[in-house]
């Protein structure tokens, strides 16, 4: 047996340290409890959610060509919006990596609006711009538009930090411009994660087009609203099943495109 | 020609001075100087290799005259104009100067043929350098011109990642021509490749750099290689010039001795 002394398991946690985790699991018991979610309350509504699936199936295809014409329309949305989003997302990115902006004031704003664009939820984006430029596809277009910026230019940014060095060493040594360094030794290297980033930003760009139509801004939502509205939960059944395949569908061509790209 | 001649040509005004550093000094913290006081000139056309121990200051040295990093004070002159303080013209000084780093520094993705026009940045040719996708003619064919003088024209679609380290260091040599620079600063361009590799990119950026009348100045841990291919070693060492002397009249025990 060796005379040394083994040492503990765990670590013996300090006072603050202890005093956190303890209001951190407080907090968490006082959400369940503010939430009011209780067993009784769960008994009464699965039999209700049990009946609300019974009244959805069979799904009624009474509509399927107003579904189909209205998923397209979201999907042109999510695409246009996701386009549009990436391109402003680029400049942005590159202001707002702190190796490449002109200025530090730069980065700390760019940034700024970045969080902004992406704390703010996309409905609310959708409000705005249905308040802006009136009930439609565009307000959507815009709104996911913003939404993809959010998302975007952060990761573009942090894919542009992470980068090698080492070339951006080269092009500057030979007196390369700022641009040339960036076009010719950062973003090559960056391209697989902007493109991974880009493709998620399309998926969920297609989901976040979804509800946009709930408050005006076109796509598929306001189907979904109506036929809610209306009870005509059979109907509502077609285009979540619709819903669902776009999304799908969506998420395997993106999964694809990343296998053969990357 | 060799090192003794030049020094002395220079010294009576004879040779051009391509560099001249005049009481260099760089310190990275108050307690840490790196080196201080550091003077010599560097005869146009001539090789010169920089030796010393870890921390000696040669890359720091080498990453001084393109202003990669900035200096604390003393002067350095590429060709009779100031290289250093808030005088020089930066970008006209680094395209006058090609550097081989250590690690090739090329982007991965890129094809070799692209990482070479890439050099072309360095004569403000502008967007058409920035791929080879994009760059004129001429451009391309300069740069698989470039490639044939390394010998990797058969490589030039590949991808640079997909290079050995030594091809990858000779595509960073091809780079470096392709800026069509008066100086080549290599730091350690052996360091990180086996020794056949080492000993085979050694001996191509030398001879090719004196076919070209390039002045060279490069940094070595490796001493035959200072001895071999340089005309003039300068050791680094306690915050100063420790020897600067003709390779010709040096041995390896001698530079060894500086080490201890």
Same mark, same amino acid.
Request: net charge neutral.
């Given at each position: 047996?060796?005379?040394?002394?083994?040492?503990?398991?765990?670590?013996?946690?300090?006072?603050?340290?202890?005093?956190?985790?303890?209001?951190?699991?407080?907090?968490?018991?006082?959400?369940?409890?503010?939430?009011?979610?209780?067993?009784?309350?769960?008994?009464?509504?699965?039999?209700?959610?049990?009946?609300?699936?019974?009244?959805?199936?069979?799904?009624?295809?009474?509509?399927?060509?107003?579904?189909?014409?209205?998923?397209?329309?979201?999907?042109?949305?999510?695409?246009?919006?996701?386009?549009?989003?990436?391109?402003?997302?680029?400049p942005l990115a590159i202001l707002a990596?702190?190796?490449?902006?002109?200025?530090?004031?730069?980065?700390?704003?760019?940034?700024?609006?970045?969080?902004?664009?992406?704390?703010?939820?996309?409905?609310?984006?959708?409000?705005?711009?249905?308040?802006?430029?009136?009930?439609?596809?565009?307000?959507?277009?815009?709104?996911?538009?913003?939404?993809?910026?959010?998302?975007?230019?952060?990761?573009?940014?942090?894919?542009?930090?992470?980068?090698?060095?080492?070339?951006?060493?080269?092009?500057?040594?030979?007196?390369?411009?700022?641009?040339?360094?960036?076009?010719?030794?950062?973003?090559?290297?960056?391209?697989?994660?902007?493109?991974?980033?880009?493709?998620?930003?399309?998926?969920?760009?297609?989901?976040?087009?979804?509800?946009?139509?709930?408050?005006?801004?076109?796509?598929?939502?306001?189907?979904?609203?109506?036929?809610?509205?209306?009870?005509?939960?059979?109907?509502?059944?077609?285009?979540?099943?619709?819903?669902?395949?776009?999304?799908?569908?969506?998420?395997?061509?993106?999964?694809?495109?990343?296998?053969?790209?990357? | 020609?060799?090192?003794?001649?030049?020094?002395?040509?220079?010294?009576?005004?004879?040779?051009?001075?391509?560099?001249?550093?005049?009481?260099?000094?760089?310190?990275?913290?108050?307690?840490?100087?790196?080196?201080?006081?550091?003077?010599?000139?560097?005869?146009?056309?001539?090789?010169?290799?920089?030796?010393?121990?870890?921390?000696?200051?040669?890359?720091?040295?080498?990453?001084?005259?393109?202003?990669?990093?900035?200096?604390?004070?003393?002067?350095?002159?590429?060709?009779?104009?100031?290289?250093?303080?808030?005088?020089?013209?930066?970008?006209?000084?680094?395209?006058?100067?090609?550097?081989?780093?250590?690690?090739?520094?090329?982007?991965?993705?890129?094809?070799?043929?692209?990482?070479v026009v890439h050099g072309a940045q360095?004569?403000?040719?502008?967007?058409?350098?920035?791929?080879?996708?994009?760059?004129?003619?001429?451009?391309?064919?300069? %740069? @698989?011109?470039?490639?044939? #003088? !390394?010998?990797?024209?058969?490589?030039?679609?590949?991808?640079? +990642?997909?290079? &050995?380290? *030594?091809?990858?260091?000779?595509?960073?040599?091809?780079?470096?021509?392709?800026?069509?620079?008066?100086?080549?600063?290599?730091?350690?361009?052996?360091?990180?490749?086996?020794?056949?590799?080492?000993?085979?990119?050694?001996?191509?950026?030398?001879?090719?750099?004196?076919?070209?009348?390039?002045?060279?100045?490069f940094t070595s841990h490796n001493l035959?290689? %200072? @001895?071999?291919?340089?005309? #003039? !070693?300068?050791?680094?060492?306690?915050?100063?010039?420790?020897? +600067?002397?003709? &390779?010709? *009249?040096?041995?390896?025990?001698?530079?060894?001795?500086?080490?201890?």
């Amino acid at each position: 047996m060796s005379e040394n002394i083994l040492p503990t398991r765990f670590d013996r946690p300090n006072p603050l340290t202890f005093a956190i985790a303890v209001a951190v699991g407080a907090f968490v018991l006082v959400s369940f409890y503010h939430s009011g979610l209780s067993f009784e309350k769960l008994d009464r509504g699965l039999p209700a959610l049990a009946r609300l699936g019974a009244q959805m199936f069979p799904p009624s295809i009474e509509r399927l060509p107003q579904v189909l014409t209205m998923l397209l329309q979201t999907f042109e949305m999510a695409v246009a919006g996701t386009l549009l989003g990436l391109i402003f997302s680029l400049p942005l990115a590159i202001l707002a990596a702190p190796s490449l902006s002109p200025h530090p004031l730069c980065v700390w704003l760019v940034r700024g609006l970045v969080a902004l664009f992406r704390t703010v939820p996309d409905l609310v984006w959708a409000i705005v711009f249905v308040i802006a430029v009136g009930l439609g596809p565009a307000a959507g277009v815009l709104a996911l538009m913003i939404d993809t910026i959010g998302f975007a230019a952060r990761f573009f940014a942090e894919a542009m930090e992470e980068t090698d060095k080492g070339p951006r060493e080269a092009l500057t040594a030979m007196g390369a411009s700022r641009s040339g360094v960036i076009f010719s030794a950062v973003i090559p290297q960056a391209l697989p994660s902007m493109i991974n980033t880009s493709l998620f930003s399309l998926e969920k760009a297609t989901r976040g087009s979804v509800v946009l139509g709930l408050v005006g801004a076109g796509g598929i939502g306001i189907e979904l609203k109506v036929s809610l509205e209306l009870f005509d939960y059979d109907q509502a059944a077609t285009t979540i099943i619709a819903i669902f395949i776009l999304v799908l569908l969506v998420e395997r061509a993106s999964t694809w495109v990343r296998s053969r790209i990357l | 020609m060799n090192a003794l001649t030049q020094n002395f040509e220079v010294a009576a005004g004879q040779v051009p001075v391509a560099i001249s550093i005049r009481n260099l000094c760089k310190s990275f913290t108050r307690e840490r100087r790196v080196f201080s006081d550091v003077s010599f000139d560097v005869a146009e056309g001539s090789i010169v290799a920089l030796i010393g121990a870890n921390g000696a200051g040669k890359s720091t040295l080498l990453r001084c005259l393109p202003q990669l990093i900035d200096t604390d004070s003393g002067d350095i002159e590429i060709f009779g104009k100031r290289a250093n303080g808030v005088r020089s013209d930066t970008k006209a000084t680094r395209s006058r100067i090609g550097f081989v780093f250590q690690k090739h520094n090329l982007v991965g993705r890129l094809s070799a043929l692209t990482n070479v026009v890439h050099g072309a940045q360095a004569r403000g040719v502008g967007i058409r350098a920035w791929s080879q996708a994009l760059a004129p003619v001429e451009l391309r064919a300069e %740069a @698989l011109h470039c490639l044939e #003088r !390394v010998g990797l024209a058969h490589v030039a679609s590949q991808r640079a +990642d997909s290079l &050995s380290g *030594g091809q990858s260091q000779r595509v960073a040599i091809a780079r470096a021509l392709m800026q069509r620079p008066d100086i080549v600063l290599a730091d350690e361009p052996a360091a990180s490749l086996d020794p056949q590799a080492g000993e085979e990119v050694m001996q191509l950026f030398a001879a090719l750099m004196r076919r070209e009348k390039k002045t060279v100045v490069f940094t070595s841990h490796n001493l035959n290689h %200072a @001895l071999q291919y340089a005309d #003039r !070693v300068i050791a680094l060492g306690q915050g100063g010039i420790q020897l +600067d002397a003709p &390779s010709r *009249g040096l041995n390896e025990q001698d530079l060894r001795n500086l080490y201890v």
